[in-house]
């Protein structure tokens, strides 16, 4: 079998992005994107605080959500790839004022989609 053929059978793997699982929006997360998505999926769940490269792709796919949940985004995206900030603690990241402490945030890295608990693209 080929390498493509075999990552065609791979499933899609759809990131939710949260410093606590137990807070609603997660969970309200969760609940939809399992309601509302077809095919084979995997979902990851991501407590640390996105990398510069995964940041540029979500501000290209909705920079409206990711500014809702990284409230000072432009200046986020403007750091060197190293800075510590980058795979921080997200709970660290809430603290600090750069993650939003009252919602979450999913990326579908395949199908180029994003959201939080109140809007999805």
Not at 17 to 40: D, P, V, W, Y
Not at 104 to 114: A, G, L, T
Request: proline letters at 6%; hydrophobic letters at 30%; aromatic letters at 10%.
């Amino acid at each position: 079998m080929s390498l493509f053929r075999s990552l065609q059978h791979q499933p899609r793997v759809i990131t939710l992005f949260t410093h606590s699982l137990q807070q609603n929006s997660s969970q309200r997360i969760l609940e939809s994107l399992r309601a509302n998505t077809s095919g084979k999926f995997k979902f990851e769940l991501e407590s640390k605080f996105p990398t510069l490269d995964q940041l540029r792709y979500m501000q290209s796919v909705n920079p409206t959500i990711l500014s809702t949940q990284v409230p000072n985004v432009k200046s986020v995206l403007a750091k060197p790839s190293h800075d510590p900030l980058f795979q921080s603690e997200l709970e660290k990241c809430v603290k600090g004022g750069q993650w939003n402490p009252n919602s979450s945030m999913w990326v579908d890295w395949e199908q180029q989609r994003m959201g939080n608990e109140r809007y999805e693209w």
